[in-house]
């Protein structure tokens, strides 16, 4: 054990020695850091922490991937030429690659590929011979724990048609029986209904591991609360997020079914998956539908079909991803020669959580109050209890949990990948951040949904945070997360909880030092805390204090900054116009900029007056930049799109182009048609189908030329209308039907002048130490993207609006605008910089919106008479309460 002096400082506790005291086994007989290089070169400066999510390909396996198809010809495996029987053998060698992995053989296992897990459970559910519920007698029953993929959950869908009984069994209320069941009737022991228990190896929510015992209790009828229910069961194991880094045996733990996604366990191929089943009880799976490739014969004019006897060939419909299945056999070989196999890729990625859990449990802010709130079964202390999952919410120093979307957007300031919500997995999400089913659905009632950015409702959380380890994850990554939740959200003077500390078995001395340790600058001092509510407190604890390199750690109550009277720098900035509107006792305003960004995400283009259409500015956002697979790009991807300058004649009626070292380039605004055809592409902006139309080959190489990628120009189809829908307005419906362009949420945005100065000074403030660093004013408006600018006397009295007119034109406020880290681009050049994202979020107490989104109301059946142009009054309501 260490002594008690070596947890005093911290540069002992971010050391490599202090991680290797508590987890020994770390890396591979490569070492790991020049196997990332080669392998992962393209992750540099990247701390990818969403493995549970999708692995990464290390570039070897690609790599002999291309080889083998440029030397082999495969062929259709229903063909019966040299290279279809190529792929047949290829494929079939797959399968027991497979099979081998999981410590099986053919003769015990079959594998059906499917085009992922979600595939393979509907398989199941589809094909198992339920019983419904008789008079004749009991039926069948199907059981799942609560902590379930929503993919496990959803098969109770099906049966509800069928008439079959469905049990949700909360993990806690599932138990080993020592001695047998009690006796049984006569009638109970004749029972042959079929049930199924569904049941995860590992949570994908929270990284607990089920016990695979659990089969074995099963089939015995010695496992509570199933052995009450008489007949035959049969398991299916999501083992879907267990494979990824844990070894799966399935000649030890042989369960009936099991369903996994090999992108969990190569990182590619993705969309393909599979289903194991246990020969004994391939017999009992039944389909109607055949396709191609299923059939040993049929009559298409009479009701006649013999299946081909292999179990895989009958559920196979139609030609498998042969390519993809293939691609394993690389994955398989890359994997075993980076990393000796998947024993050694537990012990590693386990190895990197418990040191995470153990410093994000321990860290407190200055009035020992914890930073972090982690979600967990275990205190991963064991790989075969814990996965290499932690998840969590973060704490303000009042206990308050910061939104899960806030960190998000954050994290991606600092390249860090994680993932945030409620993971597909609404049951975990429920038991452990104490939602109830009342609170969920008054969450959708108030516009939120899976997926989405609505983090807090009535103060409490609709989600969570994730991070997770794969095989190539490092000491180094971990190290740059935990220095981005001290920097990011612990108020110092930063302190540990040395009772958890104190738990963990410590060998070693503190002579090397490394990674956080020079990050975080801190030291270590043991002083007292306030009782917390955090299990094993103690009253002595850890006080850290730390740096930045230019700005202390150290933070004062006393607040010694000068009040700025924004009024008057208001009027330094602009001449300052007051009118009161006749309606509403508030202060109005007057439009001093008007901005449209005819091509999404590209540079904006700036107007005195313009005509408005149905869908908000005409031309605004009528164009996207898409890669070759038909994938919208922005500046998040490409930063330089700002450089892109669009100006609309809309007397020639043509839209120019302008870029740094570019020729002009000039296309039509209407008649795309008339040039290209009729050919209409499918594409998505934020989750809605588009409909867009190619804007030809000449375009998309003067793009292609100046990003240095191969991307192409559409323009949205006239004809196609999308929908403003509500839960893009934060729980705010709009009083009518609304269209959209290609914008993400809203027809417009207006940000207020006083507030962009109210944020300058706070970024004068944060930057105090390094003149010359605060942006002007116009740089600022540039970067927030709006299409109005207002002169206000407030800052931030938009937030507090419910309609706005602006000149003759009338509008519905929708919402406020929660800013990413597209704000940080710098809108001239395409540089990058973190600070004016953070400046927002410490100038608005931790929110990071910034501007309102606006829906105007009905226009005139003339609306290209409709305009707006500078210096039209802006008047507007308030919400009274």
Known sequence: MAQHGQLSSLQYLSSFHYFQSISPHYGYEEDLQVMKEKEFSRIKGITYLDHAGATLFPQSQVKNFMKDLEENVYGNPHSQNMSSQLTRDTVERVRYRILQHFNVSPEEYTVIFTSGCTAAIKLVAESFPWIPTSNDGPGSLFCYLTDNHTSVVGI?????????????????????????????????????????????????????????????????????????????????????????????????????????????????????????????????????????????????????FIPKPSLSDRFEDGTVSFLDIIALNHGFNSLEKLTGGMQNIQRHTFGLARYAYVILAALQHANGKPVVRIYSDTEFEDPSTQGAIINFNILDDNGNIIGYSQVDKLASLHNIHLRTGCFCNMGACQLHLGISNQGIKKNQQAGHICGDNIDIVDGQPTGSVRISFGYMSTFEDVQTFLKFIVESFAKSPIRVDEAILLTCSITGTDDETSGLASSFSCKVHVGTLPDTPRSRQRQTANSITGSHQNASYESTAVNTEPKVDYDQEAKKDMLVTQMTHPESANVSNRLTNIFLYPIKSCGAFQVTSWPVGPSGLKYDRSWMVVNLNGVCLSQKQEPQLCQIIPHINLRESTLTLRAPGMNAFTIPLDGISDVLGDEVFQSKVCGDRVKAQDCGDEVASWLSLFLGRQCR????????????????????????????????????????????????????????????????????????????????????????????????????????????????????????????????????????????????????????????????????KVQVN
């Open 156 to 304: 109770r869908g099906l049966l509800s048609q069928l008439g079959v009984s469905v049990l949700p069994v909360n993990p806690k209320d599932v138990w080993y029986l020592e001695q047998d069941s009690q006796s049984m009737t006569k009638d109970e022991e004749d029972c042959r209904a079929p049930h199924l228990l569904c049941y995860p190896a590992q949570s994908n929510f929270s990284g607990t591991k089920y016990p695979l015992n659990y089969i074995h209790a099963l089939q015995a009828q010695k496992l509570h609360p199933f052995n009450r229910t008489p007949g035959q069961w049969f398991t299916i194991l999501d083992a879907a997020s267990f494979v990824s880094c844990s070894h799966l045996d399935l000649r030890a733990y042989p369960a009936d079914f099991v369903t996994i996604s090999f992108y969990k366990i190569f990182g590619f191929p993705s969309g393909l998956g599979a289903l194991l089943v246990h020969n004994d009880c391939g017999k009992i799976l039944k389909k109607n539908y055949f396709g191609g490739g299923t059939a040993a014969a049929y009559l298409p004019k009479e009701d006649f």
């Open 713 to 876: 120009l559409l323009k949205q189809c006239r004809d196609f209308a999308r929908s403003a829908w509500k839960t893009r307005m934060q729980g705010q419906s709009a009083s009518q039907p609304a269209h959209l362009s290609l914008a993400n949420e809203a027809q417009y945005l207006l940000i207020n002048r006083a507030s962009v100065l109210h944020l300058q000074h706070e970024i004068s403030k944060r930057n105090e130490c390094t003149p010359g660093q605060t942006p002007s004013m116009e740089q600022l408006i540039a970067r927030f993207r709006a299409n109005f600018v207002i002169q206000g006397v407030e800052p931030f009295e938009e937030d507090k609006w419910t309609d706005v007119k602006i000149g003759e034109t009338s509008f519905q406020v929708v919402g406020q605008c929660t800013r990413c880290q597209m704000i940080c681009i710098d809108q001239s050049s395409g540089t990058k910089n973190q600070e004016l994202l953070q400046s927002l979020s410490s100038c608005r107490d931790g929110k990071i919106a910034f501007g309102v989104y606006l829906l105007q109301n009905k226009l005139e059946s003339d609306m290209d008479s409709q305009g707006l142009s500078v210096g039209c009054p802006v008047f507007s």
